[in-house]
């Protein structure tokens, strides 16, 4: 069956660092992948998406590539900020009709 | 502005009482489903529905019943609750089933003692 894990958290960083999280997944087929961000107190809002091999998804300065080779779609950005303190998920969905989600991942960005 | 609203909040049950959450989205959504969160479990996928009078399971539906009479309205009933359905529970609703975005309701905060 399909399933998506990614890296255990939390994860530490000050602010202006280098933003790494990482998911791998396992599907038949080719599933369409996204990343979503958790704010505290609310539901999950969609941060970006892929929906084929190679596609790159880009918003608020993430980004995240599909690749297929390595079954992966690793979050990156460049420069975090305070305001990026979150909980992420990497989410995958198929033709099945089901979208499944990773444990997640808590981000706390230090001034 | 709505988008996808549910009901209520919060609420406390006792073992073996029985409660529906109620999901409600205005954004004429064919697709709708039914999310729990735990600490270190991520989320996970109780039931979902592909349009009105279509439902299925997902991850972890035992215990959960679901009905889809109309494309607005999508209720997830718990008819003898246990502790062990103690947890945040989401409903989402998107315009293309398995490959697009999903837009989230608040969450629910459910306590079973």
């Known amino acids: 069956g399909n399933s998506v894990t990614q890296m255990e958290g939390p994860v530490t960083l000050s602010e202006e660092a280098f933003l790494t999280i990482n998911c791998t997944y396992t599907a038949t087929g080719y599933p369409s992948l996204f990343w979503y961000v958790q704010y505290p107190g609310e539901g999950l809002q969609l941060l970006l998406k892929a929906t084929k091999a190679d596609d790159k998804g880009s918003n608020k300065g993430f980004e995240a590539t599909y690749r297929k080779e390595t079954t992966s779609f690793h979050l990156e950005k460049g420069s975090v900020q305070v305001s990026d303190s979150a909980v992420y998920f990497c989410?995958?969905?198929?033709?099945?009709?089901?979208?499944?989600f990773g444990k997640g991942t808590r981000l706390h960005i230090l001034p | 502005n709505a988008g996808v609203t549910q009901t209520p909040k919060f609420q406390v049950l006792k073992t073996g009482q029985s409660m529906t959450l109620q999901c409600a989205q205005d954004m004429n959504h064919e697709y709708m489903s039914w999310y729990r969160q735990d600490p270190g479990m991520g989320l996970r996928l109780i039931h979902y529905?592909?349009?009105?009078?279509?439902?299925d399971q997902g991850e972890v539906p035992n215990g959960y019943n679901v009905s889809r009479s109309t494309t607005e309205d999508f209720p997830l009933r718990l008819l003898s609750a246990a502790p062990s359905q103690t947890s945040v529970y989401f409903c989402a609703s998107s315009g293309l089933a398995g490959t697009g975005e999903l837009f989230f309701g608040e969450g629910s905060r459910l306590t079973v003692l």
């Open positions: 529905s592909v349009g009105a009078g279509i439902t």
């Open positions: 989410a995958l969905g198929n033709r099945d009709d089901k979208i499944i």
